[in-house]
């Protein structure tokens, strides 16, 4: 990349390009508009203090959008530590779980009666779709704070197992469970509330 194709920084239009959307981004992470606001804030002294290791390699938005990605991982992070729940404890509930087969060949499998309802979740129409999405960001937003952070991670972020694991200091198992948790809740949230 020469000289001039390198990104310059202008932090004096940030707020008016760039907050709007870095909330956007944060909200949908956290659930917390008030938090998603402190995030964003965050970011911006942040990028302030570090704008000298700008490179410019990257634009403004994808620059100020790292540093956010790294405020949310925080966030989670800190939330982790104080509502750690115990892997024992849903080991053990899943074994009981009305929802999976516990022995034989199909162990770990639905039970017929727990299956998923196909015609709850294939709404016909874009009035349909609209509503399902407004369900479905409500449901991830009623998880369990570890559990939500895991799930948009992994599925709104598409990060990987391993990048969970170190980001979030867990185990790989710890990440299947959690994602396993997120799944049934979700699961259980959008067929009471979409029929």
């Known amino acids: 990349m020469s000289s001039e194709d390198k990104h310059i920084l202008q932090p004096s239009s940030w707020v008016d390009k760039y907050a709007d959307y870095l909330f956007n981004f944060a909200v949908v992470r956290i659930s917390d508009p008030e938090q998603a606001a402190d995030l964003v804030q965050d970011t911006f002294l942040s990028a302030l203090k570090a704008k000298n290791s700008f490179q410019g390699k990257s634009s403004e938005k994808t620059w100020l959008t790292s540093i956010l990605k790294r405020k949310i991982i925080d966030s989670y992070r800190k939330r982790k530590s104080t509502k750690e729940s115990s892997l024992d404890d849903y080991e053990q509930s899943i074994n009981d779980s009305k929802f999976f087969n516990n022995d034989g060949p199909f162990k770990g499998h639905w039970k ?13 129409g874009e009035i349909e779709n609209s ?10 937003s009623l ?11 992994k599925m709104i972020d598409d990060a990987s197992s391993e990048e969970i694991c170190k980001e979030l200091d867990i185990t790989a198992s710890n990440v299947w469970v959690m994602m396993h948790r997120a799944r049934l809740r979700l699961r259980s949230c959008i067929e009471t509330n979409w029929r």
């Open 143 to 153: 998880l369990p704070e570890n559990l939500g952070a895991v799930f948009i991670m």
């Open 131 to 140: 509503e399902l999405r407004e369900i479905i960001e409500k449901c991830i």
């Open 112 to 124: 017929d009666e727990s299956k998923p309802h196909s015609n709850s979740l294939m709404p016909e």
